[in-house]
């Protein structure tokens, strides 16, 4: 594995040890970023089953400007600390090791918004669609924000998931990525004042 473009463009990256994490390939990292990307002007991600890290990483290389890594398995939070040194970006990312549950918590609570989420939980689990509800329930989420679903090609998540629509889905053998983008509704008042608004202008 390697950063495929950007500031951190050839750096390898290392892959978790064992068998109990499966990284995104290349192949399909490259492809992903070319459909919600392939560049940013600054913004913030979080890789919440980060795994190596090789998508947020991949993310700041290509010109987002902060990152949370989040992991539940120590092997794995040791593999994105030693990528995010390789790749010279660890200055610009925060890593932690928690549960999904508890990492969305606390970063409630520290008042966190991201504008690019990556989720690829464990295949077994088949709750990515509530996740993102949680995202938006814990306002974790800016407006127009994007969420990056990996999942295996025989599940299929809705197209539309309360608050997201899903703009692009593409199948790589047995990998799926579902893109979704968080379509945050407006205030109350501010919908009311559009309308009298509109009124008006009738």
């Known amino acids: 594995m390697r950063v495929i473009s950007g500031s951190a463009k050839g750096r390898p990256l290392k892959s978790v040890p064992g068998n109990g994490t499966r990284p995104t390939t290349d192949k399909v990292k490259e492809a992903l970023f070319s459909m919600i990307g392939p560049y ?10 980060a795994g190596t890290g090789g998508l947020g990483i991949e ?11 989040v992991d539940m398995e ?9 990528n995010l040194k390789a790749a010279r970006l660890e200055a610009q990312a925060e890593v932690y090791r928690n549960d999904a549950g508890r990492a969305l918590a606390a970063l409630q609570k520290r008042g966190r918004a991201f504008d690019l989420v990556f989720l690829d939980p464990p295949y077994r ?51 799926t990525i579902s893109i979704y983008r968080y379509e945050a509704a407006l205030p109350e008042a501010a919908v009311s004042s559009k309308e009298v608004n509109d009124e008006s202008a009738n």
Do not use: C, W
């Open 40 to 49: 940013f002007e600054g913004g913030t991600v979080l890789d919440l089953y």
């Open 74 to 82: 120590q092997k794995a939070i040791d593999t994105v600390r030693a």
């Open 125 to 175: 689990m088949k709750h990515g669609d509530e996740l993102m509800v949680t995202l938006a329930d814990k306002l974790l989420l800016n407006p127009d924000a994007v969420i990056v679903l990996e999942h295996e090609s025989g599940y299929a998540y809705p197209e539309d998931i309360r608050g997201f629509v899903r703009t692009r889905q593409s199948v790589y053998g047995e990998v």
């Open 59 to 69: 993310a700041l290389s290509r010109g987002i400007e902060a990152a949370v890594f």
